[in-house]
Structures are given as C-alpha cells and as structure tokens.
C-alpha cells in the first residue's frame, strides 16, 4: 500500500552527530542555521559551549554534485534526520537524493519534519501522506510512514529577518524538535531554557550593576574595574585553556584533534594541564607517524611510485597532486583535469604513467615528469569511479571498479575496453580494486562488506568473498601476495590470504574514513589516505613509525650524553655498546665489542674523547668515543660484575662498583689501579656517583644504604643513608652538590641532603615499579627517573612534585639529559633507545608537523566558541570553512616549559 518498506540499519561506528538538518538552500538558506543554532543551545547552562550536534550543509549541491560522497558520509554519521519540508524541498533532488539514502539505512522513527511552507496531509484510513494535497514532502517521502510522524510548523517564523530562542513561538518549535533528540520532555526542555535565560540575564544584570557603580563612585573605582576587567579575562582564558586541555586528553585516539585543541589550550595560557595533554598527544603511538597536507578538499586517494620516491594522491579539490616521498614536499603544480573528486591514482610498473579516477566516471592517464595527459579519457562506466583503479604489474592492463558495481579491464596502451564487466558485488566498489604481484588476480573490496577475487585473463570469480563487519574500500596486496589490506571505517585491516582471515589488530589514525591502502615497494609501510591526510604505519608491528634508536639485540642497561650533546653512548645485553648522531636519531660507526657477558653501564668522560663501561666479566674498557676503537687492555681486578662506573670531574679517575662489594678506582689515562679497594659492610655495590667538586664518591648497595667515601683517600665519610628498604639502582649528585638522588628496588625515588644525610620530604613514587635510573637536569631543577614499569618521571628536584604527565616507554632502564637539558635519553628494554624532547619549541614543531593542519571552522566553533579563529600551527593554512587570511597563533614560549 505505501510501497518496499525500508531495508535493516546498517551499523553504525562511532556517532559523530545528533541530527542531520536536510533542507532547500535557496528557501530555508535562514531557517536551517537558525534550527541548528536553536537545537545546539535550547536549555544549555550558560558555561556550556553546546547539547546537540547538529549538521548543517553550508554548500549548494547543485552547483557541485561531486560532494555527494561527503554529504553520504555525514548522513551516516547521525542519529536523526531533521527534514525542513516545503515545495521547495520537495522539488529538490538533493533533498530527495538525502530522503532516500535515509530511508534505505534507517528507520522512519528516527526522522523529524519542520514544516516551513505549503502543506503536510495525512489520511488516516490508508496510514500515509495523500500525495494530491501534500505540497512539502520530496516524492520518497510520500508513503515512508506507517504512522503520521511529528512535524512540527515553522511557517509563522520562516520569514523573519533575525530567528531566535527568544521568540516564544521559535522556541515552541526548536523544543517540539529537540525533545525526541534528547529524550527529554518539551515542557521540561522550554522552562530549563528560561530558567537559564533568566540565570544569564542576572549575571549580566549584577555585572554590569558592580561596573555601573564602581564607575559613579570614583576614578579610583574605574581603575580596580578595569584591573578586575583584565583579571576577569585571565580568568576566561585560563578556564578556557582547562577545558580544551580536558577535551584535548578526552580525545587523545582523535587525532589531529586532539593535539590542535591542545595547541589552542596552550595559546590560551600554558597551564600544567595544557602542557599535559600536549605531551599525552605526542605521545600516542600513532603520533609518530608522518603526514603530508596541501590539498584544499579532502584527500581521497594515495599511491607510491615504484621506486618508493614519490607519492601521488588525489582529492575533492579535483586535482592529482606528486609529492616527495622523504620530506612531504609538493612536486610539480596541481595536475587539473578531472571535473569531479579525485578518487584513485595509480603508477604504471616503469613508474612513468599515473592513472587517475574520479566521480565525474572517466579514467585519465598523466606523464609523471611532466603532468600532463596521455591520450583521451577512458569511458564507459555509468557510476562514478570512486578510488578503483589498478595496473597490472606487466602495465598492460588497467582495471577500474566502480558504484555501478561493475569492474572493468581496459587495455593500457589503447584504452580499450577487455572482455565484459564483471559482476558479483551486490553494492558500490569504492576506492578497492588491486591485482595481485603475479598479476593473476584481481581483488575488489565493496561496500557490501566483502572483498571479491578475480582472474585477471578470464574475469572468472575466485572462491569465496573476504568477509568484513564494516564497508570496505582501498583494497591492497602486500608484494608478496600473502596479506591483503582494506580501509575499514576509520582503519585499516589486514588479512592473511591464505586462511581468509583477519591478521592484527586494525591500524588506527584517521579521524574521517579511510579513503584508500597501499603498501610501499618494499613492503614495510602502509599508507593510507583520508581526512586530509595520509598516515604512515609500520607493517611488521603495525605501529606508526616513531623515532627509537634500534640496533641491539637484547635489553639497552643504561645510556649517556656526550659533554656537547652530539653523541648518545648506550650498553646493552647483548655484550656491546653503540654510539649514536643525537641529532639525526642514527647509529655511527659499527657497534664496540669485547665485552663477554651483559655491558651494564657505559659514561663520556668530561672531555667527551673516552667512553668506558662496565661489564659482567668484572672488567672496565675505556674506548676512542671519535673512532669506536678500543685504547689498551680492558681494566680487570673486581672479582665479580661491575654494575656502575663513573668518571671523576676532571676526567682522570675512573670509580667502578662491583657485586664483589667493593668500589675501585683507575687512573683513566694509563688504566693503573688507584690505592685499595674501597670495603663496605655492605653487600653487592650497584651504583656509584662522585660529587661535582670530585671530593667524594657515593655508593649504593643491595642492603640499602648509601654510603660516601674520601676520593683522595678511600675513607668513609659518616654514617651510611637509611631509608630505602630495599636495593639502590642508581645514583646522582645534584651539579651544585648539595643533594643525593637515589632510584631503588623499593619503587620510590629519594632526595638527601649530602651534608646532614638526612631525606629530604617524603619518598616521590607513582611509577609502581622499581626506580632503575636516576638523572638530574644541568640546572638542577629535575630529576628524571625510570622504571621497567614503562615510564619516565620528570620531577621538581626541590619539592618532588611531578613535572607533567610520566612519559610512557617500554621497560625503562636508565635516563640521561643531554647537556642542554632539553633533551632525555631512555634506555629500554626492547634494544631501543629512545630522545624525548622538552623544550616547548620542539613540542610546538612536532605537534604541528602531525597534525598537518589546523582545526576547522567547525571544530572552532564547537571546541573554542566565539573568539576569532586564529591558526594554531602559524606554517599551515587556515583549516577547512575558515577564512584563509586568519592570523597565526603567538606562543608564549618562556612560560610553556616544564620547569
């Protein structure tokens, strides 16, 4: 009687808005936003930036049709469907083109009317619109309903030149709409709304009252009201930079989001909590890894050239774009031709041809060097082209997927069309065609949540389809033709081919759907494109790719800075140690052996021309830190593992400690023994430090106690440092000398006053592990500790509260700062050593350089509200909807640090 009912929701991922406002832009061009604006705030406390999320499209569809994929994308990403029904409307293919994308994905309960001009008619006897007297509804709205739904009547306001809360009948109108949103009675939305008027409208009343006041008492009084003015302001911004410092960490897996809210936090005013969700954001792991921006739409597609050098990608803007694979750099102009989104680039094998395809459904060929065409464009598909475009690996063929639900193969020299078009999908291919490294296969992904195989030559399906939860695009085989990838939401998938089923965990980064999957020559990296992105990860771990040095075999013990900070020295497990550019994050040289067992500690002299370090065979080796070469015999005498050393001030003296439980020192130069070994009561002697001035050495043993010792003489100096109850790890003087840090088993941290030995406060803990490593910053305002718990604990050395959020790793060993302090080296326990930086500028770089954009006009308006948009990374453009000549952000970079 009312025609196919409509079809089971799909699942939905996250839902991202409240309601999709669907509407004529050239009737309701007023109405829409003033419903948006009204359905966003009805009832909201006056500190509250929104309650609903509302889409509304700003753009004429009828002026680029190419915009339906983004629209589709938006609609999916709703609860409600809000329909501003009119003639105009129903006139509108776009509205009607929305009104059937809903009614095919969702049920009819969860659709609103407004009805802003002619007429709505329901005939109760055969339960639906009577077509002849309903002038409002587009034609698939017509018998959608079993029963009459709620509309409610807009046609009293839909002409007034300025729509808002504060007219009882908009009002009426927006709560009627609101009410089933929010699950919240309209009587009840209606006096919340005037009850918070009517709290705002006191506020501002008492305001303005005090100013009013203060003003006629005296000139005095106007001063203390401007001061009371601007500390207000502070007041505002501070506030302001606390809740998008609590967005900012709430959002931490939406990222650039997240990172860009914490920018503007930290413009607002640099906060301990501003600083704390920057830090948490560069920490994510996906935050390692390295985007490329500069297209003005969306990106939709994205390839590597055979040699791995450059990268293609295509986008809403209607362009191709090549860039540097190494440094992001745009190569060539924007290559135009395409009338409509490009939605899928491919190389040719030689690497010489770039074909590209788009919704306006043609597939165009393009001379790499030059950008320009190769012949005419490819026709014959009757829906767009939407991403599904491949060569095969002997470049003579190409084929192409598209909505139609069709592939097709075409002839690459001549552009013709192979055989016929092979069917089987029962929904669009988008952005999800690949032949396989042999190039006997083909493989679609569609949105009917399967991937499909094909044999390229005869076009014959091959067994059964690939099975997914979730819409499928960017189809792509690994060159080994073992695992096959797709875009999966906001994800990627892999599969093993093999067995057909999912291999690892998705790889996640995007906050937009994933658009398209490639994998590198070489195998080890996907990219993906999406948002306006493309996110790099690593294939083997499935961890974006991140900045740890990697070369051991085994566990990283402890590192060390050279003196100017150009060099990183680290010990490990696996009996060697290694030296690393600190700048460049890359090992010099081949790794130093000799060492038979575990290296346990490793430290520059003053200088920085000599390296020692400690080993497990109970022998000192000291090394040419320019060369790596060893200088004269390893320094032998303990008669157990040495698991500390360090150098005297002035470079002279070597101290070791050994789980022979004696200390001994060397003359650094020659290699002598120095005196007698120094004997404590203790047991096993595990770490070791002299003081700045090089008068005395401290230790730490298994029992405990920290002892000092004359370094001329060998003597004990006082009684032993009690507290710790169980063994000392590490050791540091403070550079002024006058406070003993110790990292223990026990997982505290403890500070000491040298000339008393008395403890200094109360334990620092927090890191629930054992404290294996001890650093102070040259200036001696931080201690950074480590933990085999995963973390680094940067912490104010005079009252021990924690600088910042603990700075997550793998199983932590050591910690050094490099001499400048802006850096800290973390030796783990993966092989791995890790820089972390913590000078402002560095953070503000990083996070700009991952983000790769700025916020949008629209995550603007929600997340920072009125205030003029500013670009929080000053080197990017303004973010999409925002005006291009926006100012920069300006950094208050003295104040940004941690200490």
Not at 730 to 754: N, Y
Request: proline fraction near 6%; include cysteine.
């Amino acid at each position: 009687m009312h025609g196919p009912r409509p079809r089971p929701a799909k699942p939905l991922g996250s839902t991202v808005y409240d309601a999709f406002i669907s509407y004529s832009h050239a009737a309701d061009g007023s109405l829409a936003p003033a419903l948006r604006a009204g359905l966003q705030s009805l009832g909201k406390a006056w500190y509250r930036r929104r309650v609903l999320r509302v889409f509304q499209d700003k753009t004429s569809l009828a002026a680029t049709p190419e915009l339906w994929p983004t629209i589709e994308h938006q609609l999916e990403a709703s609860r409600y469907f809000v329909l501003l029904a009119s003639p105009e409307a129903a006139a509108s293919r776009w509205v009607d083109q929305e009104v059937r994308w809903w009614r095919d994905h969702r049920s009819a309960a969860t659709v609103l009317i407004g009805l802003a001009g002619g007429e709505l008619a329901w005939d109760s006897t055969c339960s639906g619109f009577e077509p002849s007297k309903t002038t409002a509804l587009p034609h698939a709205a017509l018998d959608w309903f079993d029963h009459e739904p709620l509309w409610v009547d807009f046609r009293s306001v839909r002409q007034e030149s300025h729509t808002s809360l504060r007219d009882p009948r908009f009002r009426d109108a927006v709560a009627s709409v609101a009410a089933p949103i929010r699950g919240v009675p309209r009587d009840d939305l209606i006096g919340e709304d005037i009850r918070q008027h009517k709290r705002a409208f006191r506020l501002a009343w008492g305001g303005v009252t005090l100013l009013v006041l203060l003003v006629v008492t005296s000139l005095a009084a106007a001063l203390i009201a401007i001061n009371q003015r601007g500390a207000a302001l502070q007041q505002l911004r501070l506030a302001t930079a606390r809740q998008l410092a609590g967005e900012a960490t709430a959002k931490l897996d939406q990222q650039p989001l997240s990172l860009l809210l914490s920018l503007e936090s930290l413009r607002q005013s640099a906060t301990d909590e501003a600083r704390d969700s920057l830090l948490r954001g560069l920490m994510a792991p996906r935050n390692n890894s390295f985007t490329i921006s500069g297209h003005t739409g969306q990106a939709w597609a994205v390839a590597f050239s055979p040699d791995g050098k450059t990268i293609a990608s295509g986008a809403a803007d209607q362009t191709v774009r090549l860039w540097d694979a190494g440094t992001g750099r745009q190569l060539l102009s924007p290559i135009t031709g395409h009338t409509g989104i490009v939605v899928g680039v491919a190389f040719s094998p030689d690497g010489e041809t770039l074909a590209s395809a788009s919704t306006d459904q043609t597939v165009r060929l393009w001379d790499v060097s030059t950008g320009q065409p190769h012949g005419r464009p490819l026709t014959g598909h009757t829906g767009s082209i939407e991403g599904s475009i491949a060569f095969s690996p002997d470049g003579k063929m190409i084929a192409s997927g598209s909505r139609d639900r069709t592939v097709r193969r075409w002839d690459a020299s001549t552009g013709r069309a192979i055989g016929e078009p092979l069917t089987g999908h029962t929904d669009a291919i988008e952005g999800s065609i690949a032949f396989s490294p042999d190039g006997t296969m083909i493989a679609t992904a569609s949105s009917d949540r399967t991937v499909r195989l094909w044999d390229a030559v005869t076009g014959e399906p091959i067994g059964q389809p690939l099975q997914s939860d979730d819409r499928l695009v960017g189809v792509a085989f690994s060159p080994d033709g073992k695992t096959i990838a797709a875009g999966r939401g906001n994800t990627v998938q892999l599969w093993d081919l093999a067995t057909g089923q999912p291999h690892g965990l998705p790889l996640t980064g995007h906050t937009g759907g994933v658009s398209q999957v490639v994998f590198s020559p070489d195998a080890k990296t996907i990219a993906a494109s999406g948002d306006e992105t493309v996110w790099l990860w690593d294939v083997a771990t499935g961890k974006a790719q991140g900045p740890p040095l990697t070369g051991h075999t085994a566990a990283v013990m402890r590192v060390a800075f050279s003196p100017d900070g150009k060099l990183i020295a680290s010990a490990s497990q696996d009996a060697t140690i290694r030296v690393w550019n600190a700048r460049a994050s890359e090992p010099l040289g081949q790794h130093l052996t000799g060492h038979m067992g575990w290296v346990w500690r490793v430290a520059f002299s003053p200088d920085g021309k000599l390296i020692a370090s400690a080993g497990e065979d109970g022998t000192v080796r000291r090394w040419d830190a320019a060369s790596g070469k060893p200088i004269g015999k390893p320094l032998s005498g303990h008669a157990g593992a040495i698991y500390d050393l360090a150098f005297s001030p002035d470079g002279k003296m070597i101290v070791s400690a050994s789980s022979d439980r004696t200390l001994r020192r060397w003359d650094s130069g020659t290699g002598a023994l120095i005196g007698e070994p120094l004997i404590g009561a203790g047991d096993q002697v595990r770490s070791v430090a002299f003081s700045p001035d090089g008068r005395m050495i401290a230790s730490g043993d298994d029992q405990a106690l920290i002892r000092l010792w004359d370094t001329a003489t060998g003597k004990p100096i006082g009684t032993p440092f009690t507290g710790h109850t169980s063994g000392i790890f590490d050791l540091a003087f403070s550079p002024d000398g006058r406070m003993i840090a110790s990292a223990s088993q026990d997982a505290t941290l403890r500070r000491w006053a040298v000339s008393t030995g008395r403890q200094l406060g109360s334990p620092i803990t927090g890191q629930n592990n054992s404290v294996w490593g001890v650093s102070f910053s040259p200036d001696g305002k931080v201690i950074a500790s480590a933990s085999p718990g995963g973390s680094v604990r940067l912490s104010d050395a005079n009252t021990g509260r924690q600088l910042g959020p603990l700075l997550t790793t793998g199983w932590a060993n050591g910690v050094a700062f490099s001499p400048n302090g802006m850096t800290i080296a973390v030796a783990s326990n993966d092989g791995s050593v890790q820089e972390w930086p913590l000078d402002p500028e560095t953070w503000l770089r990083y996070a700009c350089g991952i983000a790769g954009r700025n916020l949008r006009r629209e995550e603007w308006n929600e997340f920072v509200g009125n205030s003029p948009y500013v670009r929080a990374c000053p080197g990017l453009p303004s973010g999409y909807g925002a005006p291009a000549d926006t100012p920069a952000a300006e950094y208050d970079i003295a104040n940004l640090g941690l200490y």
